[in-house]
């Protein structure tokens, strides 16, 4: 690799004429002198130079300059030192520069010794140069005498030097305009640039170059020559250009210039500001140093400072951010986690605390398992400490606990070693954030502090760290839930503390939880179904309280406001409350056997036989009663008397009502100074006998049943209770069927209790049993007595009530009585028609019946007359009453048209006839019109008979006398067809009945005109007319 400032390498030419030269100190005698445009080696009889050395075989030439004397023998150890100083030359531009700005330092006698000897032995080699036979081999002597002023920092070309160099210039550019081979013009090309060069004349010897590339690209030369026009472009702050330059040197095969190539197009592309493309360069150069199993110094100068442009390229383009993309793009790298380190450490140097922290950061996203991830997780703490950047301290501690934590992915991966390490750091860390948010928390109640500092508590227990401090913990971690009113939370953590520990202080810790139970409780307001679902916990954790500290004077307190609490909250037993309630008698029970001696034992089992009794589970309230009244000593008397009280209770809520009503007996016998307590026992006792009837009553057992019914009514204080009950006594006998038995206690309550409001239903029941029991008279009086009861206030159950008794009356075989009320029911025309007209049937019957015309046919004639009034707005009821009277009143008239005979004189008789005829068909009609179907049928049929009759009659009419045979004949011919007319219409009307049929009506009248049918006209016996409205003429 060589160094930008690196000479010209010699020409083939140039080294075998200065290794000729050097081998052998020239003779005393002036060598010949080179004609211009010519080698030097061309004067006749020289020997013809051997195979010329090609450019790849210049590194092996080693310049041996032989002592000539001791002066000159110390001159080689200064060469030395002078090859040392070229090392330094290959360092970048930067450090270069650097160094030129540095101060001049005093020399020492020993430079100063070395820079006379340095001075001498150049001298000679100037000598040398000067009598050399060409410009080639002067230029050779040259190069190795401007070696040897290099190290000095006065160095300047002296006249000689330049004199000789110009000569060479002159020289070669003659030479190129006479020299036609292309090899040797390319060589000319490299020299005159090389003489350029050392005159410092860089333009120039950059356009040799130039000129070398563009017109022999086939030339060995070409990648040095773009490599020195490469550093000429970047000497010359031209970066784009000697980028471009250097890439061309990458792309040749000559591996020469290979690694200063890669590096200066770095830096190159580094000045130009185009950092991406620079740091592929860097990385490929690094990594070649990287591999080498055995550096250098220089090699590891060379490899900092690679990382140290690799930084400023990360930083210059979007920090550790850009490196993830590079790593991302380019693939993992062994070296990955220095390169985020330099990046790093180079943002510190510039006090860049935050992007040093986020390079750090970056490379432990990237790889969160490396194993030197927890030192640069550290390392981000420490960085933001040093910066001063407390919330970031504390962020960074978080993300050291969320990364590193036993519940982490990376705790889980990492080996007992590294968790050995990482253990205490993570307590430190641990404890420090929980306090923090802790007092964070206090300061303005932050729920969101709160919690955090249970989070680092959480996490801190999770390291298992000693006992006492544990419990320390866990406590404060109950406290900081608690205080955040997540009791959900907090509780199992005090229980924990409590419970889980060797804990002298339990108690307190397990107290803490009960109250973080209350408030919980509280925070739910309202919601009722919420607190409910909460109550079984709050159960057991009371009984495990108890359990675990029976002696502590809150247990009994806890326990009875626990019972009272369920008591109260839950309304009805059910699958969740049953097991809450054994166990809180468990508990009770278990305390009392404990400690009988403690009132707390009493009224903790008082507590549970009143719950039990709440959930109506009356054999554990028995149980636990007696449990009361077996505690020895016995307790007091008040408590005593209540226990004995829930055995009758219970058998009571059980329905052991017989067994009950001993019970009660029982307790009655205590001394009960409370009144109203005693009143209680009093109605319970008499509500046993009550529903001890009603179970008689339900087994139709009701003689029984009204005597304990009585014996309710006798035992209770309650007046309702003895009301209700005299008269249940009553009712069961009546639904009983035991009227006869039920009359006197019907009549018992009447006087008993003449103004309750249910005596007013008494006669009402009276008249019930007095009917049922065969006492018809009473049951008529009965029911008058309701009915001028009932007459202003509700005339129609007055109306009706006097009709049952008329009913009574009647079928009593009083029937003066009930034809009183069927008259007084007919004769009131405030009465609806309805009832006068069933008043008026009723005497209408009653007529018949004894056979009473006149009363038969007036009330008939009422009948009619109701009808009629009422006309088409007539019920049903009163149309039938009004059909059936006027049918009845037809019959006269039809037996009077039967009456009248057809004789002789004929015209006379006819005309009598026919006029009874009408009315008998005009008193039908009106009956049909009425519309009843029993009666309009009868009349149809009446009808039909009408005309059947009047042309039989006239057939059968008397004939006059003196006919001869054929006049008779003629004149019953002229009968027949005056009769014939009637006949049909006779069959006409009866067809007509007949048809009735097909609207589903049929009764003996519509036989009766099937049967004329037959007899009249079997022939025409189908034969279907028009149901005509009413039939007013004869033919």
Not at 157 to 170: G, M, P, Y
Not at 808 to 823: C, F, N, S, T
Request: hydrophobic share 40%.
């Amino acid at each position: 690799m060589m160094s930008p400032k690196t000479l010209f390498r010699l020409s083939p030419l140039a080294a075998a004429l200065l290794m000729g030269a050097c081998s052998t100190l020239p003779e005393a005698s002036s060598p010949p002198t080179a004609t211009p445009g010519q080698p030097a080696n061309s004067n006749p009889g020289a020997p013809v130079p051997g195979p010329r050395a090609t450019l790849a075989s210049l590194d092996n030439i080693t310049i041996n300059i032989p002592k000539m004397d001791d002066q000159l023998a110390t001159a080689r150890v200064q060469l030395q030192k002078v090859e040392a100083g070229k090392a330094l030359a290959t360092a970048p531009a930067v450090a270069q520069d650097a160094a030129g700005t540095a101060e001049p330092q005093p020399r020492s006698l020993d430079d100063q010794v070395n820079d006379k000897l340095n001075e001498s032995l150049y001298r000679q080699i100037l000598e040398q140069a000067k009598k050399a036979p060409d410009p080639g081999t002067a230029n050779a002597y040259l190069q190795v005498a401007r070696k040897l002023k290099m190290g000095n920092a006065k160095f300047a070309a002296e006249k000689e030097e330049e004199k000789l160099l110009q000569d060479s210039i002159e020289f070669y550019q003659d030479l190129l305009k006479r020299m036609p081979s292309t090899e040797a013009r390319a060589e000319i090309y490299y020299d005159l640039a090389k003489t350029y060069d050392l005159m410092g004349k860089k333009v120039e010897s950059a356009a040799a170059l130039k000129e070398l590339a563009q017109k022999y690209p086939k030339s060995p030369y070409l990648t040095e020559v773009y490599f020195r026009l490469a550093e000429e472009s970047f000497a010359g702050n031209r970066f784009t250009e000697a980028a471009g330059y250097y890439q061309k040197v990458l792309d040749s095969k000559d591996s020469t210039f290979q690694d200063s190539a890669l590096y200066k197009r770095g830096w190159a592309l580094y000045r130009s500001s185009n950092f991406e493309d620079a740091l592929p360069l860097f990385f490929r150069f690094a990594e070649k140093i990287m591999v080498k199993p055995h550096k250098t110094k220089q090699e590891d100068a060379k490899l900092q400072d690679s990382y140290d442009v690799i930084s400023l390229c990360f930083m210059m383009m979007d920090g550790p951010k850009s490196v993830d993309e590079y790593f991302t793009k380019n693939g993992e790298k062994f070296y990955e986690s220095g390169i985020y380190a330099n990046l790093a450490q180079a943002y510190l140097n510039k006090r860049q605390f935050s992007n040093a922290a986020e390079t750090y950061t970056a490379f432990i996203n990237r790889h969160p398992f490396d194993p030197s991830a927890p030192e640069l997780s550290t390392a981000i703490i420490n960085i933001y400490q040093q910066g001063g950047f407390p919330a970031q301290v504390i962020m960074a501690k978080e993300e050291f606990i969320n990364h590193y934590n036993p519940d982490g992915a990376y705790w889980k991966q990492a080996d007992e070693a590294s968790r050995t390490r990482l253990r205490p750091i993570l307590e430190g860390h641990i404890i420090d954030l929980a306090k923090h948010y802790h007092a964070l928390a206090q300061m303005d109640n932050n729920e969101g502090d709160y919690l955090k500092a249970a989070t680092w508590y959480r996490m801190h227990l999770a390291l298992k760290p000693a006992e006492q401090d544990a419990i320390a913990i866990n406590e404060l971690l109950a406290e900081a839930l608690y205080s955040a009113k997540h009791y959900a939370e907090a509780i199992p953590e005090f229980e924990k503390t409590a419970y889980e520990y060797n804990n002298p202080k339990g108690a307190d810790a397990a107290a803490f939880a009960l109250v973080s139970y209350q408030d919980w409780d509280k925070s739910l307001g309202v919601d009722e179904a919420a607190k409910l679902k909460l109550l079984p916990a709050r159960v057991a954790a009371v009984l495990k309280f108890a359990d675990k500290f029976p002696q502590d004077s809150n247990t009994p307190k806890l326990m009875q406001g626990m019972i009272q609490t369920v008591y109260e909250r839950w309304k009805d037993a059910d699958d969740a409350s049953k097991p809450l309630v054994k166990d809180l008698e468990a508990g009770a029970v278990t305390y009392a056997g404990r400690y009988p001696q403690d009132p707390a034992s009493a009224l903790l089992l008082q507590g549970m036989t009143n719950l039990h009794l709440h959930f109506k589970d009356y054999d554990s309230a028995v149980r636990t009663a007696q449990l009361l009244l077996a505690i020895n000593p016995p307790v007091a008397e008040p408590l005593r008397l209540e226990a004995a009280g829930v055995v009758a209770d219970a058998q009571f809520d059980q329905g052991r009502f017989a067994e009950a009503e001993k019970s009660y007996q029982q307790v009655m016998a205590f001394s009960i100074p409370d009144a109203k307590l005693k009143a209680r026992y009093q109605d319970r006792l008499a509500t046993t006998y009550y529903r001890q009837a009603e179970k008689l009553r339900d087994d139709k057992n009701p003689e029984e049943a009204a005597a304990f019914f009585q014996k309710a009514a006798q035992a209770s204080v309650d007046t309702k209770i003895r009301t209700s009950s005299d008269f249940d006594a009553a009712a069961v006998l009546l639904n009983g069927e035991k009227y006869k038995e039920a009359i006197p206690v019907l009549i018992a309550f009447k006087q008993k209790y003449p103004d309750h409001a249910l005596s007013a239903t008494i006669p009402e029941k009276l008249a019930l049993a007095y009917e049922k029991s065969g006492d018809i008279p009473n049951a008529a009086a009965q029911y008058e007595a309701i009915a001028a009861r009932d007459q202003k206030k509700s005339p129609q159950s007055a109306r009706e009530a006097l009709w049952l008794a008329a009913e009574m009356y009647e079928k009593g075989k009083q029937p003066d009585a009930a034809l009183r009320i069927y008259r007084q029911y007919a004769n009131d025309a405030s009465n609806p028609a309805d009832l006068r007209g069933e008043a008026t049937f009723k005497l209408y019957n009653h007529a018949v019946a004894n056979q009473q015309l006149p009363e038969q046919n007036a009330n008939l004639k009422t009948l009619a007359q109701l009808y009629e009034k009422q006309a088409t707005g007539a019920s049903p009821r009163i149309k039938y009453f009004g059909a059936l009277a006027n049918f009845k009143l037809s019959q006269p008239v039809y037996d009077a048209f039967i009456a009248v005979p057809i004789k002789q004189p004929l015209k006379q008789s006819i005309l009598m006839k026919k006029k009874a005829m009408q009315a008998a068909l005009t008193a039908y009609n009106k009956v049909a019109a009425i519309g009843v179907a029993e009666f309009t049928t009868a009349a149809y049929y009446q009808q039909g008979e009408i005309y059947r009759i009047m042309a039989n009659d006239l057939l059968k009419s008397e004939r006059p006398k003196g006919l001869s045979d054929l006049e008779l004949e003629q004149y019953t011919i002229l009968l027949e067809e005056q009769a014939e007319p009637l006949s049909d219409k006779a069959i006409a009307i009866h067809t007509i009945n007949a048809d009735l049929v097909k609207q589903e009506v049929y009764d003996g009248y519509v036989q009766k005109s099937f049967d004329a049918l037959a007899e009249l006209s079997p022939g025409r016996y189908n034969k279907h007319e028009q149901l005509e409205d009413s039939i007013d003429e004869i033919y």
